[in-house]
């Protein structure tokens, strides 16, 4: 017997996350992935978001079970023994077949490990994982276990946002983002060849904006009836667009530049912009699958923008922690460290300050992240606009109202909607 290749994929993707080498969007994507047949590929992506998302919970339990901190295992056998604790604790896997194959990876693996392996996984077969805190009673212990967080992030969401808030913020995090849609305008009947595909459309507060339920929504999207985009994002593009010539100066993977282009239709032109010329032509693969006739592609750096003050729009969807994208990207919690949030806040000062300058008299700046930590949000843009005083919030559409914060700003927040947590700031010159 041996191990499934589905199981040798989740091994691999876990070992990457946690030596912080290939993302697991590209391990999921390598060939041997893809080469699976459906069952078996979406096993493979339970077994390895599952055991992501619920890392801090596996810890727990297995914990009480080895003789020694779970920091000083060999870090192989420790990615092998979550996956089985994943596997007994939340799939209908039956115990012996789990045994047997966490024991199989460890000797194809880490062969000193095999024996370890099947001792704790037996173990914890026989009594179970341990009780958990009490989220009231002791929030952090809670957050670690339960809400699967780094201590770091535990202690930075209670800062930020008290016990309560953070709680629910980690409990909507253990929960898969929901599929959220916006359709083709020039896609004639788009809404009805949907539902023909048996795709329920779910309208959210962002206009145009669903969440789709049932059906295949990737071969719609092949097709460029649909694209799939959190809600939290679309929000920014609607922010963003106005009539005239706008920037988007950090563009890919062209959502936004494609709905800011489809907003304004006729009376406006969007300069999408990417640094990494791998990244431009992928988006130019959406341009032309969206048929979006009013996007222009650049190979261009922010930092170092071509052009001068001649925008109507420039939006800043600036490079962030992601912070606020942990139900759709489990392995983001476990690959960042502290001093990664101020180094992005440098990094997204600098971004904002070089995009600024391409904003005519008049025209409109928004900054984004799909962060929704202070230090790259609020500081940042409370820090700009002390030094450009030309600069000042604009008001929100009415509609946009339901994500205000009442400092100015807008968010969406996870615990309160079913998207990504962003955070918006548009901002006018005068």
């Not at 990615?79 to 194809?108: F, N, W, Y």
């Not at 370890?116 to 009490?134: C, E, I, S, T, Y």
């Not at 060849?193 to 904006?209: D, H, K, N, S």
Request: hydrophobic letters at 45%.
């Amino acid at each position: 017997m041996s191990a499934t290749p589905a199981r040798r994929l989740a091994l691999r993707a876990l070992v990457q996350v946690s030596r912080g080498g290939e993302t697991l969007a590209d391990v999921l994507s390598d060939p041997g992935a893809t080469r699976l047949d459906p069952r078996e590929r979406g096993f493979l992506h339970e077994l390895t978001l599952g055991t992501l998302r619920w890392r801090g919970l596996l810890d727990h339990a297995l914990a009480p079970l080895v003789d020694r901190p779970l920091s000083r295992l060999d870090p192989l056998a420790l990615d092998i023994l979550r996956l089985g604790a994943h596997q007994m604790l939340h799939l209908r896997v039956p115990d012996r077949a789990t045994v047997s194959q966490s024991v199989e990876l460890a000797k194809e693996t880490a062969p000193r490990a095999a024996g370890f392996v099947n001792a704790v996984l037996r173990k914890l077969a026989h009594v179970g994982p341990p009780p958990l805190p009490d989220p009231d009673a002791d929030p952090r212990g809670w957050l670690t276990t339960a809400g699967s967080l780094p201590a770091w992030i535990a202690e930075r969401w209670i800062g930020q946002l008290g016990s309560a808030v953070a709680v629910a913020r980690a409990r909507a995090f253990l929960s898969p983002s929901p599929t959220t849609v916006r359709l083709n305008p020039r896609i004639e009947g788009a809404a009805e060849r949907c539902r023909e595909a048996g795709l329920e459309l779910r309208p959210l507060t962002v206009p145009g904006a669903f969440v789709a339920e049932g059906g295949r929504p990737t071969e719609l999207a092949s097709e460029g009836i649909l694209y799939a985009q959190d809600q939290g994002s679309q929000l920014v593009a609607h922010l963003a667009a106005a009539p005239g010539h706008a920037f988007d100066a950090c563009a890919a993977p062209g959502g936004k530049s494609t709905l800011m282009a489809d907003l304004v239709g006729d009376h406006g032109r969007v300069i999408a912009a990417e640094a990494s010329a791998k990244r431009l032509r992928t988006m130019a693969d959406l341009v032309r699958r969206w048929a979006s006739p009013n996007v222009r592609l650049v190979l261009a750096d922010a930092n170092r923008p071509p052009f001068g003050p001649s925008f109507d729009t420039v939006l800043l969807d600036a490079p962030c922690t992601g912070l606020g994208t942990l139900g759709r990207n489990p392995d983001i919690r476990w690959r960042l460290r502290p001093e990664d949030v101020g180094r992005q806040a440098t990094r997204q000062k600098r971004l904002l300050a070089a995009v600024a300058r391409l904003v005519r008299p008049g025209g409109r700046l928004v900054y984004a992240t799909c962060s929704l930590d202070d230090e790259e949000t609020t500081a940042v843009v409370k820090e700009f606009l002390g030094t450009r005083p030309g600069f000042q919030p604009s008001s929100a559409p009415e509609w946009a109202r339901a994500f205000a914060d009442g400092d100015g700003f807008l968010r969406t927040r996870p615990e309160r909607v079913p998207a990504d947590g962003f955070f918006v700031a548009a901002l006018e010159r005068a």
